[in-house]
């Protein structure tokens, strides 16, 4: 089964930046739509960036100006460039296909924003 393989969390000080990355070993993300998706406790996961095959690029309002999604197709990876993190950006994040397949979310990376 297909999985994607999140990876780059952490725990970082409101203000602060991160890198997340997603890789597969069967999935080409240069012809893929791609997105990355965060859960929250107690919240329903939710998109927060999202990329065609083109490059054409798509925010939730509340990351707009601050994350960042894109792609490397050289070694196949999507990229989520996070900077001026919230403590409300809290959550697990995981990449998918955009939209979304039921069956292909992998673990996800947890991204803790505190002081």
């Known amino acids: 089964q297909v999985q994607f393989v999140e990876s780059g969390g952490g725990l970082v000080q409101p203000g602060g930046s991160l890198r997340l990355s997603c890789a597969s070993s069967?999935?080409?993300?240069?012809?893929?739509?791609m997105g990355w998706y965060r859960q929250a406790p107690g919240k329903q996961r939710e998109l927060v960036a999202g990329?065609?095959?083109?490059?054409?690029?798509n925010y939730a309002d509340s990351v707009k100006g601050r994350f960042t999604i894109s792609k490397d197709n050289a070694n196949n990876i999507v990229y989520l460039q996070m900077n001026s993190l919230k403590p409300e950006d809290t959550a697990v994040y995981y990449c998918?296909?955009?939209?979304?397949?039921?069956?292909?979310w992998g673990q996800g990376t947890q991204v803790t924003v505190s002081s």
């Open positions: 998918n296909f955009w939209p979304y397949s039921d069956g292909y």
């Open positions: 990329i065609t095959h083109y490059d054409t690029t």
């Open positions: 069967a999935i080409i993300f240069s012809l893929s739509r």
